[in-house]
């Protein structure tokens, strides 16, 4: 009920009262004079009934004035300080009551500037001491988010939902590379947008028939929309009832290495394809030779060109599919990235350490990075230093790295003779012994695995000889994409445990309460402000989850409206037709923006004119926007009723919100966002904590009355 409606019925209930006691008194007494007294006053009574009507009218309205001032000096003002002070409790901890009224009002609206600013310094020594004590868990939360942001493995946190509680770098450029646009990693983000809903069911189904005290693991294989296969292991969160409330992924892509091992299949099955009929003459020709060793030579020199024929095709081949094997590096998940440096020190400590002998190293290949099994490499070469020993007693080694083409030459030298070929033949493939090197067992299958090769050249030098291993050269590390570095104190929020917290969500959306929902606050600009004839210009976007705004997420497109934009329209947003030049069309845009926003409240400032645009557009794109809306303008008259001024600029004065960025699709997204959160605080106070609750007292409003009138009008 309004402060006018209030001071209307009070108003008329005591003029009713004074009314109702007139009567009364006329009729007790008249009831006491006799007839010929009634009959004067009866005479006098419609002689002067004019004069007493006016003076009665003269005193209603008297009356009703000094009411209407006490009402509005002591009613009205104590319910403005009761908002204002709830404003400061709930919202604002800095706004201040501007003394007004009866000095009753002034004295109470002085004290409760004076409770709000010793409770603002009370709350400030208080956060102080939270800081200082949390010291500790600030600087554990920088190392994860540090950990997260540098770490190469993708990895997902997501809770029992399936709902996103944790991602890294990694994870959000992996998934970004499926083409998705915008990325479908983002906190409070469902999983099941990434990888199949069956797919995943079947892994939790697997991991909660494995006892908790295990940490039980699944591994799957999965593909997205995008083509990319994907490794996945999945692990489960536990609570401290042993019950999963969430899991943990790590994604690989292992897109090329399918590639690559598909594509070696392929030539396996070629080469034995074509090399069955060039044995098959080959056979042929050479039992004929056998079967007939009476043909003349003229036969027999037909017979043997055909087996040379077939032989030196056969050759060839072999010798192509070699060749393109070695392009193709064997195995290349058990490889990794190792500066050339580093490679050349642990050969050198383990040829001292277990081979018994000395060794230097020479030139250590200038930052040159390979792509390498360092165990099996020094496991291999280790095993050829220790059969010189024994078979030379050579003592003393040189370590040599340089590039060589395409691949990293390793040299293993030494003073002496050189290597005879046919001896190194027999030492590569001897067994490495001690459970050899990994997958390979001896040196020949550790230098195939590197799709290299091994020799000892004849031609080393006087007095010098050396044996020399071609290893794959990798991508330099400082030509490697790293994320920016993010300081400290503003790392992106790519975490939020509290998501653990989260229970299984209602399908009714009206039922759920306000922080187990997201949001996600936009606002759009136009070439003009007729919906019927103007066009969306640019989009802005963030999401609000958990009750907090990811600055992170966002949503920031311009269009091409394919139609001059208004200058009046520039003046305020700033955006010309030239800048608009060459951007999507809204027919690209409105898609993606319908991705990043999906199951999600939709949030906005005067929502009905961006809404507007938004259906016209329909038709167009094939794109409809069905989920629930708010907006802050109409949520303003629900827990402010008594302002008249409910523009973003007035709010966000009121609710303590800097305005930064303003005309900017973003940046009033943004500001709407913390509006609505502040907004947010006062709703609770009210009792408005369901989204139902809401979406009820925004349609009782007066602003969503009268906006209705003008819709419908």
Known sequence: MTARLRLVLIVTALSVYVLVALVALAAAVSSDLGSVEREVLERVLRREASLAIFIGLLFLAGLAFVISLLFKQYVVGAGRLGREAELIAAANPSHRIEPSGP?????????????????????????????????????????????????????????????????????????????????????????????????????????????????????????TSGGLLLRVAMAPVRDREGEAAGFVLILEDVTETAETSLSRDALLRSLTEDSRSAVANIRAAVESMLDYPRMDADERQ???????????????????????????????????????????????????????????????????????????????????????????????????????????????????????????RVWVEEPLGNGGAGLASTVREVVERHGGEVFAPADAGAGTAYVRLLVPVAEPAAQRPRPAPVAASSRPDFYDFDLLRSSEENPERDEAELDKLGFTVFDTETTGLRPAEDEIIAIGA????????????????LIDPGRPVDPASTRVHGISSEMLAGQPTIDEVLPLFARFAEDSVLVGHNVGFDLRFLELNEARTGVRFTQPVLDTLLISAVVQPEEEDHSLEAMAARLGVSVVGRHTALGDAILTGEIFLKQWRLLATLGLGTLGDVREAVRRSYLARVSESLYTG
């Open 542 to 557: 963030v999401r609000i989850v958990n009750s907090r705004l990811l600055r992170q997420e966002t949503f920031d497109r």
């Open 103 to 223: 000095p009753e009002l002034r004295a109470i609206a002085g004290a409760v500037n004076q409770l709000a600013g010793r409770a603002e310094s009370g709350q400030e020594g208080i956060r102080a001491q939270i800081a200082a004590a949390r010291v500790d868990l600030e600087q554990e939360r920088n190392r994860l988010a540090a950990l997260m942001s540098e770490l190469t493995l993708a990895v997902l946190v997501c809770n029992a939902d399936g709902r996103i509680l944790l991602y890294n770098v990694a994870a959000k450029e992996l998934l970004s590379r499926d083409g998705a646009a915008p990325s479908p990693v983002g906190l409070g983000r469902s999983i099941f947008a990434i990888l199949d809903r069956s797919l995943v069911a079947h892994a939790l189904e697997r991991i909660g028939t494995a006892d908790a005290a295990t940490a039980a693991s699944v591994h799957l294989a999965a593909s």
């Open 302 to 424: 037909r017979f043997a060109a055909v087996i040379r024929h077939e032989a030196e095709a056969l050759s060839e081949r072999v010798e192509g599919a070699a060749r393109q094997s070695a392009a193709q590096l064997a195995d290349q998940w058990s490889l990794s990235d190792m500066l050339g440096s580093d490679l050349l020190t642990a050969l050198q400590r383990s040829l001292e350490r277990e081979s018994g002998v000395k060794a230097e190293v020479g030139d250590a290949g200038h930052g040159l990075w390979l792509k390498v099994d360092s165990y099996a490499l020094v496991r291999a070469l280790g095993h050829i230093a220790r059969s010189l020993h024994a078979d030379a007693a050579v003592t003393r080694f040189s370590l040599d790295l340089g590039q060589a083409g395409r691949y990293a030459r390793l040299d293993l030298g030494w003073e002496g003779a050189p290597l005879a070929e046919e001896r190194l």
